[in-house]
């Protein structure tokens, strides 16, 4: 089985990727909505994932005309319906597999 690649973008690919400026990201990453590797802007490594998370949360803050507090907010918000959601899936499952025994 192979591994999984995962890809990582510094700080200009991110930008670039993510249709960012730099002050931009580094607005989402003072919010905590990203979490580069590195601990200076000139060492900060993004994951597809956090690049998905930029788009998303760009996206939040243009269609509803949040903040940046109030995009983490609502990320955080949808990560949790998403659980819930993917736990929900499994309890029914569980539970149609107890009736039908």
């Known amino acids: 089985m192979s591994e999984p ?3 990582l ?3 200009a690919e991110f930008c670039e990727a993510a249709e960012l400026s730099v002050v931009h990201v580094s607005e989402i990453v003072e919010h905590g ?3 580069p ?3 200076q802007p000139k060492d900060w490594r993004f994951t597809d994932y956090e690049l998905l998370l930029a788009k998303r949360a760009a996206k939040l ?3 509803l005309e949040l903040e940046w507090e109030g995009v983490a907010l609502a990320l955080d918000l949808l990560e949790e319906v998403q659980q819930l959601r993917a736990e929900n899936r499994m309890l029914k ?3 149609g597999r ?3 025994e």
């Open 37 to 39: 590797q590195g601990t």
């Open 33 to 35: 909505i990203l979490e």
């Open 5 to 7: 690649v995962i890809v």
């Open 93 to 95: 499952q569980r539970l």
């Open 61 to 63: 803050r243009r269609d």
């Open 9 to 11: 973008l510094d700080l």
């Open 98 to 100: 107890l009736v039908v």
